[in-house]
T-cell receptor, first 117, second 109 residues
């Protein structure tokens, strides 16, 4: 099956610094990649949708200048949390979409746990 | 607005059967997904329904009624490892996934 990797799996950073999270589709070309955030005991919240070579589409309430998304290729997308603050501490999950029989199935990465101190 | 409803929490006994319901109101419909998510992990795909009826996959089955805006996930022969959150998600007319809040399933011996 399709595999999506994320790196790092967890990161601790100081307030005010930036953190980059990578999302890779390992054995397929992802037409679209999605970034989600999940706070403890809450559901997934879509942050942005990105297509290779074009600007990401951000959900309402998500600051695009704070959460920089670069979709450099059909197998790689990065999320950079700039000037991180403790309230940005969360579980960040990416997913990659591949068209299968007309259904754009989403495959999730293992997630990255970010703690900002 | 768009809305997905599912119970917050359910409890079942090991070896039994449990049905997790999901009702949805979305702008358009392009398929319904069920995902399993263990605590601290990313969701994993369980099933996909786009036509009415029952899809069976091993111990898990998923049912869809588009006219009623209703789906359920049926888990048979429950095992302790099935303790997890189960997320219902609907793809709307823009092919965007709308997520339910998830149902936390607790399995007791």
């Amino acid at each position: 099956g399709a595999v999506v990797s994320q790196h790092p799996s967890w990161v601790i950073c100081k307030s005010g610094t930036s953190v980059k999270i990578e999302c890779r589709s390992l054995d397929f070309q992802a037409t679209t990649m999605f970034w989600y955030r999940q706070f403890p005991k809450q559901s997934l919240m879509l942050m942005a949708t990105s297509n290779e070579g074009s600007k990401a589409t951000y959900e309402q309430g998500v600051e695009k200048d704070k959460f920089l998304i670069n979709h450099a290729s059909l197998t790689l997308s990065t999320l950079t949390v700039t000037s991180a603050h403790p309230e940005d501490s969360s579980f960040y999950i990416c997913s990659a979409s591949e068209e299968v029989a007309g259904s754009y199935e989403q495959y999730f990465g293992p997630g990255t746990r970010l703690t900002v101190t | 607005g768009q809305n997905i409803d599912q119970p917050t929490e359910m409890t079942a006994t090991e070896g039994a059967i449990v049905q997790i319901n999901c009702t949805y109101q979305t702008s358009g419909f392009n398929g319904l997904f069920w995902y399993q998510q263990h605590a601290g992990e990313a969701p994993t795909f369980l099933s996909y329904n786009v036509l009415d009826g029952l899809e069976e996959k091993g111990r898990f089955s998923s049912f869809l009624s588009r006219s009623k805006g209703y789906s359920y996930l049926l888990l048979k022969e429950l095992q302790m490892k099935d303790s997890a959150s189960y997320l219902c998600a609907v793809k709307d007319s823009n092919y965007q996934l709308i997520w339910g809040a998830g149902t936390k399933l607790i399995i007791k011996p």
